[in-house]
């Protein structure tokens, strides 16, 4: 079997709960600040039991995603938030790498795999409303594209001329992390020199929130407090916290990538994929199945658990699932995982769903090119569990960083990891 060709990340766009860049996310982030505060998005409920999320800050300015930037008003009533935020990362991605296309042979040679966990959830809801109110002639002919998955691939690659593989992941939370992971394999095969990957989120609406609430998924104790309602890993968690936004990453072929002088963040060295094959929400109470995906990653990556330095765990503040995952890690990592830095971003911007993997990867290549670790917020009392395990409580680190990892795991047992290594020749 021929060798599998190498890829490399030369390119990284985001927005996110801080911020509309990476740089503006990385900068909030390392310094222990919060994206997460009152929902504004709708009109709340009385009743809704949760009121915070981590919304993408909007507007004119310095940090501030500006939509009309980045599609005209009536180009964005076409399409969905969440593929609004998929233009505008990827956009900053291209813009990031350094290069584009300049004939028809190379853009037949550089794809999109974009996915999303929900997609255009607020449209579907509100479409519903209208339907019942005023009737099927008031349904936008737009209602259907502005809502599919895999339209925010499709929109990029319009936008962009990009006539590569055109292709979508769903798997809830897990979606970014699978989408860079299949984009990679894409490119290791063959099928392209460059693939733009990642995943986008937009769903803090009022059937999104009260969705979750229902399943007692969300923080509902911090709402007069929104910046400590994401805690990992802490005694007092009671839920995890909706964030929105999109991330995604320009994967490139190796040679293709020296041959322009790109710039390279990391290499994709490791992708590891596992089933729980046991409840539709709820993790494997004993880790099993993201046991599974961590061993894989590592085989593939060709490393041993105590190479890597740190890990972005996938810690959304549920009192079951941060457990059940440090235990995995443990599991894997042995005696190692006592000295390996760990922690969740989430505990800043929240869970982005979809985008969390493409976002929480951004964060693990950053680590490896600045040698700063981000920290977990809010690890005010860590559970017992948490003893033995370094999790970076409160501030960023500095510490070097040569492997990092980055865990997500979705509804209905779906398990992604992810390995990116500082380029070796």
């Not at 980045?70 to 233009?87: G, S, T």
């Amino acid at each position: 079997m021929t060798e599998l060709r190498r890829v490399v990340i030369t390119g990284m766009g985001m927005v996110a709960p801080l911020g509309d860049s990476v740089a503006e996310n990385w900068r909030r982030l390392t310094a222990s600040e919060s994206g997460i505060g009152p929902i504004t998005l709708f009109p709340l409920d009385e009743d809704m039991p949760n009121k915070v999320a981590g919304q993408v800050p909007e507007g004119q300015g310095p940090g501030l995603l500006d939509l009309d930037s980045v599609l005209p008003p009536k180009d964005q009533r076409k399409m969905a938030r969440f593929i609004h935020f998929a233009l505008a990362a990827s956009d900053e991605a291209l813009r990031d790498c350094g290069w584009t296309p300049s004939s028809e042979e190379e853009r037949e040679r550089i794809g999109v795999m974009i996915g999303s966990g929900i997609g255009g959830l607020d449209n579907i809801y509100q479409t519903s409303v209208l339907l019942a109110e005023r009737g099927v002639k008031k349904v936008s002919p737009f209602f259907i594209p502005s809502c599919l998955i895999n339209l925010a691939s499709g929109q990029v690659s319009i936008r962009h001329q990009l006539r590569g593989p055109n292709h979508s992941v769903v798997t809830a939370c897990a979606t970014g992390a699978h989408a860079i992971g299949d984009a990679a394999r894409i490119i290791a095969l063959g099928d392209a020199e460059m693939m733009l990957a990642g995943g986008a989120e937009a769903a803090i609406c009022r059937i999104g929130i009260a969705g979750f609430c229902a399943l007692r998924a969300l923080s509902t104790h911090f709402n007069d407090a929104p910046q400590k309602a994401s805690r990992p890993w802490d005694e007092d968690r009671d839920g995890f916290v909706m964030g929105e936004g999109a991330g995604v990453l320009v994967l490139e072929e190796l040679e293709h990538a020296r041959a322009r002088g790109a710039r390279i963040y990391a290499e994709l060295i490791g992708y590891g994929m596992s089933g729980d094959a046991y409840h539709m929400t709820a993790p494997e109470e004993n880790g099993e199945g993201a046991r599974r995906a961590l061993t894989a990653a590592l085989k593939r990556a060709r490393i041993e658990p105590g190479q890597v330095d740190y890990i972005n765990a996938h810690g959304t503040s549920t009192p079951m699932g941060d457990e059940i995952e440090l235990n995995a890690i443990g599991k894997v990592f042995g005696q190692d995982a006592r000295r390996i830095p760990i922690s969740s971003t989430k505990s800043a911007i929240g869970h982005l769903l979809g985008a969390a993997g493409a976002v929480e990867s951004i964060f693990g290549i950053m680590s490896i090119v600045t040698g700063v670790v981000p920290p977990t917020l809010n690890l005010d009392r860590p559970s017992p569990v948490c003893e033995t395990f370094d999790l970076v409580p409160h501030k960023a680190r500095a510490h070097p960083v040569q492997i990092a990892l980055s865990n997500s795991f979705g509804f209905g047992g779906t398990n992604a990891c992810l390995i990116f290594r500082k380029l070796q020749d």
